[in-house]
T-cell receptor, first 115, second 112 residues
Framework: NAGVTQTPKFRVLKTGQSMTLLCAQD?????MYWYRQDPGMGLRLIHY???????AKGEVPDGYNVSRLKKQNFLLGLESAAPSQTSVYFC??????????????FGPGTRLTVL | KQEVTQIPAALSVPEGENLVLNCSFT??????LQWFRQDPGKGLTSLLL?????REQTSGRLNASLDKSSGRSTLYIAASQPGDSATYLC???????????FGKGTHLIIQP
């Protein structure tokens, strides 16, 4: 049981380049989330999904797109990277059926630098 | 808009002390509150989840309380150990399927 995994762990992009971050979970969780963590800002929700084939916007969705084609995977895309998207990106998942199933499990993060 | 504040931002105490970390939130209409631990360069590890109907939760040396009406939660760590050194994050979940709103964390150092 690997939990939540993220690929890649590190990446350096040039302004205008595109990339996709992959999140995978093997816990059969319905809900998946993408957050970014910046110094002095805390973690902020980018997008989330409540099940296969669904996505919704979070607090800071601009410049990002997401897809949930399979229940176990949640992809975060940057179409045209900007220096303001330099951050650490975390994926999380949960059952979210009430009570302790709401506990979110986080991946190890992807450190992205945009030059 | 929900805002979560954690006090203090940093704390350094000798090993063995009991300590309290504070978390406050502006909108009391929460579904649950979660405490996480984050080690440097790592992801977040869930410590405790308190549902809005609960007053406290305990796990080992950790005890978290929730006073929803006043918008406050505390994390009590008993008999602190150097291995407890980390950043502790408080997060609240509102109604519906939204994600968590996080505080900026308390950076805790336990001196051997």
């Amino acid at each position: 049981n690997a939990g939540v995994t993220q690929t890649p762990k590190f990446r350096v992009l040039k302004t205008g380049q595109s990339m996709t971050l992959l999140c995978a979970q093997d816990m059969n969780h319905e809900y998946m989330y993408w957050y970014r963590q910046d110094p002095g800002m805390g973690l902020r929700l980018i997008h989330y999904s409540v099940g296969e084939g669904t996505t919704a916007k979070g607090e800071v969705p601009d410049g990002y797109n997401v897809s949930r084609l399979k229940k176990q995977n949640f992809l975060l895309g940057l179409e045209s990277a900007a220096p303001s998207q330099t951050s650490v990106y975390f994926c999380a998942s949960s059952f979210s059926r009430g009570g302790l199933t709401d506990t979110q499990y986080f991946g190890p993060g992807t450190r992205l630098t945009v030059l | 808009k929900q805002e979560v504040t954690q006090i203090p931002a940093a704390l350094s105490v000798p090993e063995g002390e009991n300590l309290v970390l504070n978390c406050s939130f502006t909108d009391s209409a929460i579904y649950n509150l979660q405490w996480f631990r984050q080690d440097p360069g790592k992801g977040l590890t869930s410590l405790l989840l308190i549902q809005s109907s609960q007053r406290e939760q305990t796990s080992g040396r950790l005890n978290a309380s929730l006073d929803k009406s006043s918008g406050r939660s505390t994390l009590y760590i008993a008999a602190s150990q150097p291995g407890d050194s980390a950043t502790y994050l408080c997060a609240v979940k509102g109604g519906g399927a939204d994600g968590l709103t996080f505080g900026k964390g308390t950076h805790l150092i336990i001196q051997p």
